[in-house]
């Protein structure tokens, strides 16, 4: 059974910074490309980051570009999202997710759609 598990979520004033973690388990990890969403209260999902299967490419949205880093360690199945410089416009629950399909797909890295299984999120909150 597929699981994902985010932590390290918190309050934190704007220009600060968070860690968060999404421990996987029930499958081949290293196989999957893994993604980052986040969903503001009352609006839709709005993709943050993508990592390929090896770590070696990672894409990112244009509010994410520059202040967020995407990472993955594949022997201990985890994923991380890097927040710096936060701002209020960044209050959301983060959640990972991961693709659909093995490998590695660059032409649909923003697509939530390609990818499933979200775990339940892990809220961040950022004061002005």
């Known amino acids: 059974q597929v699981q994902l598990v985010e932590s390290g979520g918190g309050s934190v004033q704007a220009g600060g910074s968070l860690r968060l973690s999404c421990v996987a388990s029930?499958?081949?990890?290293?196989?999957?490309?893994m993604m980052w969403v986040r969903q503001a209260p009352g609006k839709g999902r709005e993709w943050v980051a993508t990592?390929?299967?090896?770590?070696?490419?990672?894409f990112y949205s244009d509010s994410a570009e520059g202040r967020f880093t995407i990472s993955r360690d594949n022997g201990a199945t985890t994923v991380q999202l890097q927040l710096n410089s936060l701002a209020t416009e960044d209050t959301a629950t983060y959640y990972c997710?991961?693709?659909?399909?093995?490998?590695?797909?660059?032409?649909?890295?923003?697509?939530?759609?390609?990818?499933?299984?979200w775990g339940q999120g892990t809220q961040v909150t950022v004061s002005s």
């Open positions: 997710a991961k693709a659909k399909t093995v490998g590695n797909d660059y032409r649909n890295t923003g697509t939530i759609s390609n990818f499933e299984t």
């Open positions: 990592i390929s299967t090896a770590g070696g490419r990672t």
């Open positions: 029930g499958f081949t990890f290293g196989s999957y490309m």
